[in-house]
Antibody, heavy 122, light 108 residues
Framework: QITLKESGPTLVKPTQTLTLTCTFS??????????VGWIRQPPGKALEWLAL???????RYSPSLRSRLTITKDTSKNQVVLTMTNMDPVDTATYYC??????????????WGQGTLVTVSS | SYVLTQPPSVSEAPGKTARITCGGN??????VHWYQQKPGQAPVLVIY???DRPSGIPERFSGSNSGNTATLTISRVEAGDEADYYC???????????FGGGTKLTVL
């Protein structure tokens, strides 16, 4: 049974760096084709994909946020960490991590964490 | 970057069939996936590979994909189907996933 859970601060100040951790179970990030991604959703708005890390440690980032994002994995701890620099109030959102069993053209997210709301305010 | 276009809202009466579209340039050549998100909850995968249903998703949910439009069809709509629905594909040129803007399904 695959589960994922996000953790991190609920409140950050503008210009600070956000660090979120996704702790998962039921799969290994060293298994072929598996990846973990981060997706966010501002209140009342649509889902926005942020970053992705593959079992190979290959990484993908949203073109619009690439300069601010870093995704890493710790396979031994079953964790994926996302950092986002220079936070702004417009980054206020619920941040989700999710599992994908596939790569490339057939990519989809089959399991999601519950999400964590991050508010950016001074 | 590849753009997916969804209608902001769709309404349908209980027992009827609701259809939610997802438009994109030659989307029929891509694999389309659909997520259901109820208020305050995380998204749930309801359709993958255009028309496959994950375990536990009712047969009332089906999908199709051709030309420039993919469609999520919900037969015999129930009050519990009221939610936001998002389509998603892989942008092969950008090498990353893309979500549509979402459609709010209202059950009248």
């Amino acid at each position: 049974q695959i589960t994922l859970k996000e953790s991190g601060p609920t409140l950050v100040k503008p210009t600070q760096t956000l660090t979120l951790t996704c702790t998962f179970s039921g799969f290994s990030l060293s298994t072929s084709a598996v990846s973990v991604g981060w997706i966010r959703q501002p209140p009342g708005k649509a889902l926005e994909w942020l970053a992705l890390i593959y079992w190979t440690d290959d990484k993908r980032y949203s073109p619009s946020l690439r300069s601010r994002l870093t995704i890493t994995k710790d396979t031994s701890k079953n964790q994926v960490v996302l950092t986002m620099t220079n936070m702004d109030p417009v980054d206020t959102a619920t941040y989700y991590c999710a599992h994908s069993p596939n790569s490339g053209s057939y990519f989809y997210f089959d399991y999601w964490g519950q999400g964590t709301l991050v508010t950016v305010s001074s | 970057s590849y753009v997916l276009t969804q209608p902001p809202s769709v309404s349908e009466a209980p027992g009827k069939t609701a259809r939610i579209t997802c438009g994109g340039n030659n989307i029929g050549s891509k694999s389309v996936h659909w997520y259901q998100q109820k208020p305050g909850q995380a998204p749930v995968l309801v359709i993958y590979y255009d028309s496959d249903r994950p375990s536990g998703i009712p047969e009332r949910f089906s999908g199709s994909n051709s030309g420039n439009t993919a469609t999520l069809t919900i037969s015999r709509v129930e009050a519990g189907d009221e939610a936001d629905y998002y389509c998603q594909v892989w942008d092969s040129s950008g090498d990353h996933p893309v979500f549509g803007g979402g459609t709010k399904l209202t059950v009248l």
